[in-house]
Nanobody, 115 residues
Framework: QVQLVESGGGLVQPGGSLRLSCAAS????????MSWHRQAPGKERELVAT????????TIPYSVKGRFTISRDNAKNMVYLQMNSLKPEDTAVYYC????????WGQGTQVTVSS
């Protein structure tokens, strides 16, 4: 079964950094693009990063471009989200996702940006 397990969330001060990790299993990881989404309370889920199967190309929305980046290690079935210069509005549950026949979601990891 497809499993996506996020880790690395927590409380960080504005301007700080955090690196999220996602451990994937149950599919041929290196064949698929991977993404990170987030959802803040009262807001719809938002795409924050996508990386191609080989890691050769990334897509970062303008809203977080220059602050967030995505990477992957296909040998370890891991995908990462590096978040820098964090702002309170980045507070959300962050999800690792993959689009197979449908989009699969991890359980999420909470990121709280607050002083």
């Amino acid at each position: 079964q497809v499993q996506l397990v996020e880790s690395g969330g927590g409380l960080v001060q504005p301007g700080g950094s955090l690196r999220l990790s996602c451990a994937a299993s149950g599919f041929t990881f290196s064949n698929y693009a991977m993404s990170w989404h987030r959802q803040a309370p009262g807001k719809e889920r938002e795409l924050v990063a996508t990386i191609t199967s080989t890691g050769g190309s990334v897509t970062i929305p303008y809203s977080v471009k220059g602050r967030f980046t995505i990477s992957r290690d296909n040998a370890k079935n891991m995908v990462y989200l590096q978040m820098n210069s964090l702002k309170p509005e980045d507070t959300a549950v962050y999800y690792c996702t993959v689009n197979l026949s449908r989009r699969y979601w991890g359980q999420g990891t909470q990121v709280t940006v607050s002083s």
